[in-house]
């Protein structure tokens, strides 16, 4: 594994290469820095030089000014780490808020994707109108629960709205332990990215990037993050592909998953948007 720093407009971007083969870059969901899905990464790292990285603002990862933060400047900061690494298109695995990201960079940055799975994004510009404010407003909530509860209440929410269920997991997997880091990436991601998300917006109109939206077979059917890739795969007139787990199956579930990435990532795979 190789690990640098790369200096973009306001922060300093901490990444980390492992493997050898295509590129393959992974855009973590919430809390999560470049560390977040070990197993899965060790397991595509055999086939793929694998990227990962701490957005603003989490772990190594730092802000010269004010935190505020936006969607399109956290793609921003993508489209500048992949051209710092390469100049032919890479695979992107965009989970949760990576996946925002990943529609954003795949409107701007068309030539720098070859594909981009979109896994859950957290975009309540992807529902129809009458959803968006219903679901903007649970999201504050969401917000302000943390702000004025704390991090225990709020989790019990998130779990909630992202339908995130626990128990079921393969076994072995790396520890991931509520360490004081991590209780600052979550302050981070439910202060700032929680807003950004909020306040996000996005027309996919003339997207010429392949775009494979995915949902985790366990994630109910109900819940706002299921709902925006449904209504994303009917945007680009497809319906999204499952995946082992839920809206974590990334963590939960890295050896099923692996698998079902390699499935999509054969040359016949993908739907044009």
Known sequence: ????????????????????????????SGEGDADRSADLVDLLATEHTVITYDRRGLSRSTIDAGPGVTVEQHADDVHRLLAHLTDRPVVMLGQSLGASIGLHLAVRHPEQLSLLIAHEPVSPWLPPAPERA??????????????RAGLPAALKEVA????????????????????PLRRANFDFFLRYDFRAVIEDELD????????????GVATPRTVFDHRCAVEL?????????EFPGGHNGNTSHPRA????????LRPEAGQDC
Do not use: K
Not at 134 to 147: N, S
Not at 234 to 241: F, H, I, M, N
Not at 257 to 264: D, G, I, M, S
């Open 204 to 215: 996919l109109t003339g997207c010429r990037t392949r775009i494979v939206p995915a949902t």
């Open 233 to 241: 795969a009917s945007r680009l007139g497809t319906v999204p592909v």
């Open 1 to 28: 594994m190789s690990t640098d720093l790369l200096r973009v407009p306001g922060a300093r971007l901490h990444y980390e290469i492992r493997g050898s083969g295509p590129y393959l870059l992974i855009s973590q």
């Open 160 to 179: 909630r709205v992202l339908g995130i269920t626990g128990g079921d997991t393969e076994p072995g997997l790396t520890p991931q332990p509520m360490t």
């Open 134 to 147: 219903g679901h903007r407003a649970e999201l504050a909530e969401l917000r302000e629960l943390y702000l």
């Open 257 to 264: 998953y692996a698998a079902r990435l390699r499935e999509l």
